[in-house]
């Protein structure tokens, strides 16, 4: 059973996991939401989904500037108390964030939101490029679902690999902060300048 961004968004927003995590649940449940909640708390996810219900009215604005003053970055990162959001830890969260925006770039949050106008440009060179390889349709088709992805994934914050640990994404690594500071934790926007 394919797996869509809409079912993956919607268990991401009930859960607070990370989208690949919620991608493999949903996978391994065969699209079946309830099987895919319990297979994210048997990961250890529990903590992140017990949170995610929660409201986030504190926070802090993080920035970033870099050494040569042309890149700036500033991230709102929520959290659900005031203590918390004074935590050192948490600070942390929000420097490394806006770190890793200035490094990395990101165009959007979530992989689902980035231009389907680009996409749908990317799909026709990476087409031209796999037809002058002479790969065949079925196998051009099977390519290009990867080849998306991995571009969505690449320009949604939530989807990258973290700049200070890339065998991690930015979500498990707010995932990691939730688990480890107990508050429901959230990116609610950010804005990235460069000269």
Known sequence: MAITMEQ??????????????????LEEASGDEAKAIDILKKQGHDKAIKKSSR????????????????????????????????????????????????????????????????VAKEREIWTEQLKGEGKKEEIIANIL??????????RALLTQGFVKDPNMTVEQVITEKIAKIGEKIQVSSFVRYEL
């Open 8 to 25: 993956i968004k919607e268990l991401r927003e009930r859960t607070g996991a990370g989208v690949v995590d919620v991608k493999k649940a």
């Open 55 to 118: 409201e986030t009215r504190e926070g802090v604005i993080g920035q970033y500037v870099h050494s040569n003053g042309k890149v700036g970055v500033m991230v709102k990162l929520l959290c659900e108390t005031d203590f918390v959001a004074k935590n050192e830890e948490f600070l942390s969260l929000s420097r490394d964030l806006s770190m890793h925006i200035a490094a990395m770039n990101p165009e959007c949050m979530h992989p689902e939101e980035v231009s389907e106008e680009v």
């Open 145 to 154: 679902i990867g080849k998306e992805k991995k571009f969505r994934e690449e």
